[in-house]
């Protein structure tokens, strides 16, 4: 890590909850980060972020920007279990634990909604060590999702972190 792990605020909304400017400050960074930084050209707003039963985990840093953030979707919308995706760490925010304290936040949120559910993930396969740690599991072979080799990873209900 490159320094100590900011404080943050941990939130967790569905789109109707979230204010315009909210809304406007992901969705900039999703793009920053998915289609600028990674050169992804793809539509993000995709439909399912306005689904009523997704939730927004964000970490808002002490200034109130977002330092990090995912999507939480339910069974049955991107994979047969719950899901979660367009994970992120706004870059000032980089190398400081976040994404470790995202993921723990995000299968909290699941298991308070969805008690029991298994958690299935579409990651990077060179983050595989890393969900790896949070109990997840390769559940496929490689495969390209916008030009990035990707993997389907499946956690367990009741796996170890």
């Known amino acids: 890590m490159t320094g100590t792990t900011p404080t943050v605020r941990w939130q967790a909304h569905a789109f109707a909850q979230l204010d315009a400017a909210t809304l406007y400050a992901l969705l900039k960074l999703r793009s920053e980060v998915f289609v600028v930084e990674q050169q992804c050209v793809y539509l993000d ?28 979707l339910p ?46 993930i579409g990651a990077q396969a060179h983050l595989e060590h890393y969900y790896a740690r949070h109990g997840f599991v390769r559940h496929s072979d490689p495969y390209l999702d916008d030009g990035i080799a990707h993997i389907d990873m499946l956690r367990v209900a009741g796996a170890l972190e």
């Open 75 to 120: 069974a049955g919308l991107s994979y047969p279990q719950v899901s979660f995706g367009r994970v992120l760490t706004a870059p000032a925010y980089r190398g400081r634990g976040l994404g470790d304290a995202l993921v723990r936040v995000a299968l909290a949120e699941i298991e308070r909604r969805w008690p029991g559910s298994d958690v299935q």
């Open 45 to 72: 707003p995709d439909g399912k972020d306005a689904h009523p039963g997704a939730v927004h985990v964000i970490g808002r840093a002490q200034d109130d920007g977002i330092a990090a953030y995912l999507r939480i």
